[in-house]
């Protein structure tokens, strides 16, 4: 990919959400690294469940590690591998008391050496919390960075140094938020969205998503997800047995109803 073009997807991402940050609830550097070191092998939303219920209670490497690890247990159930999650939890947090003063250490090397923290975790710190220019690479990143010829790499590892090296300066900072995001919501794993992508004609995906294949899509900005909003009726049976609801339900040409689809809040649908 030229650099022009390249330069070109990252203006079009940055106009599309300004400021763009993670969907992990966190109001410090520790809770964010918290939350993090949490998310891997599951999905932020479970990760915000837990941290909802856990950092009321305790948020300090202090607090935490007063808890112990049984204790800390049962506010993680939410999260995949809670078990081993406990454990690292709490090393991690005796480790910041013993070694670095009860604060978020930032360097590469402290960070990776706590429990459970690798380096895709230290490259979110790094880059959130001390504003150092590091991408970290998740599998929505290693995806959109393969697909649209960003930063082509066999390994996540690859793909870092690769967008590293080629990303603009001026987008360095917020690059990682930008394809995660865009990864999660368009660029998805089975069927990419690519008819709604706003850098469909930049992409250099050969198998892009046509037009009349955009309804099986499994993208959230495609259709609507999560749960019915709040005093939406449920469709109810009318007396010949079909589902309606209160209103007139409109139909498609094959008869099947169909569904108002409402826009996801600017700023996720990159």
Known sequence: ???????????????????????????????????????????????????????????????????????????????????????NLIGL???????????????????????????KTASIILNMVFGQSEIAVDTHIFRVANRTGLAPGKTPR?????????????YMKDAHHWLLLHGRYVCVARLPACPKCI?????????????????????PVVRRVGPRPPGETKPRKSAAGSRTSAAAVPVSR???????RKPRPAGKLI
């Open 254 to 260: 094959t008869g099947a109803p169909v569904r108002k």
């Open 199 to 219: 850098i469909a004609d930049l992409c250099e995906y050969p198998n892009k998503t046509p037009p009349k294949k955009l309804d099986k899509s499994d993208a």
């Open 158 to 170: 690859a793909v870092e140094d690769g967008l590293v090296a080629t990303t603009p300066k001026e």
């Open 1 to 87: 990919m030229n650099p022009a073009r390249r330069r070109a997807i990252f203006r079009r991402l940055q106009a599309a959400n300004p400021h763009p940050t993670t969907e992990l609830l966190n109001d410090t550097p520790f809770e964010l690294l918290v939350a993090v070191m949490l998310s891997a092998h599951t999905t932020d939303k479970s990760v915000n469940v837990a941290t909802r219920k856990l950092f009321p209670v305790a948020n300090t490497p202090a607090a935490i590690a007063k808890l112990g690890i049984e204790g800390v247990k049962p506010y993680l159930k939410t999260v995949g591998l809670y078990n081993m999650k406990a454990k």
């Open 93 to 119: 947090a005796q480790q910041i008391l013993d070694q670095h003063g009860g604060e978020v250490p930032n360097n590469r090397e402290a960070l990776e050496a706590l429990p459970g923290v690798g380096r």
